[in-house]
């Protein structure tokens, strides 16, 4: 069974989002603020998190870095009262993976976590699929229609982590940081020149494209 950690202020939302997510059976914890949940998370594995942004103490962007600070992957599914581009940008930017704006549809929320899950035993097992294509992380090897890459190590891990998270914009600090690493004398413009090369590389790719989002970074969409 999956378990599944929630960080909501809100009483009444952290009853609903656990018998919603229980039902569909989840093993569920729930706490009121990011403290908590990284005390939590020291003491037991979860498979998903689901935080709010605006909560006491410890508010969801600060949880969220922290955690991916000490190097914890675990998916998170941010949630929000607020709609502006600007705070899911943060949220993304934070390190979560998926974000919702309240009202909370549970349905579809149950339906993001689970392919939260699905993208996070797909990196496990350290392959990603793109409809026809697939991408093997051992072998640095990209497969679409039966004709097989073997891309460059940097290509490879780049592609690799935008595509297990399909529209999440990356920013490109957050990709040199991730694939190049924090103590890399490379600039931000080195990014750039990969990207580029990616794109001549898949121009012709029916699968998924990778767009540029002006001012901000790249994301890769499904075709």
């Known amino acids: 069974m999956f378990k599944i950690l929630i960080a909501e202020d809100d009483k009444e939302l952290l009853q609903l989002f656990r018998h919603v997510l229980m039902k569909n059976g989840y093993s569920v914890t729930g706490v ?86 699905r993208r996070a035993q797909m990196a496990n097992e350290r392959r990603q699929i793109i409809g026809d294509t697939v991408l093997e992380c051992d072998s640095l090897t990209v497969t679409t229609g039966g004709e097989s890459v073997i891309l460059p190590q940097k290509e490879f891990m780049l592609l690799y982590k935008m595509s297990a998270y399909p529209g999440k914009i990356f920013t490109r600090q957050q990709l040199m940081d991730d694939i190049w690493g924090y103590e890399s004398d490379s600039d931000t413009h080195t990014v750039d020149v990969h990207i580029g090369r990616l794109r001549d590389r898949f121009r012709d790719n029916r699968d998924f494209k990778i767009v540029t989002i002006r001012g901000l970074g790249y994301k890769v969409v499904k075709q």
Request: zero cysteines.
């Open 32 to 117: 009121k603020n990011g403290l908590e949940a990284l005390r939590e998370l020291d003491e037991t594995y979860y498979d998903v998190i689901i935080s709010d942004i605006m909560m006491p103490e410890m508010d969801g962007y600060e949880f969220v870095r922290t955690l991916r600070a000490a190097g914890n992957t675990t998916p998170v599914l941010m949630i929000t009262a607020k709609d502006a581009f600007d705070d899911m940008r943060l949220g993304f930017i934070s390190g979560s993976d998926d974000y919702m704006v309240k009202p909370i549809n549970v349905n579809e929320m149950v339906l993001r976590v689970s392919a939260l899950l």
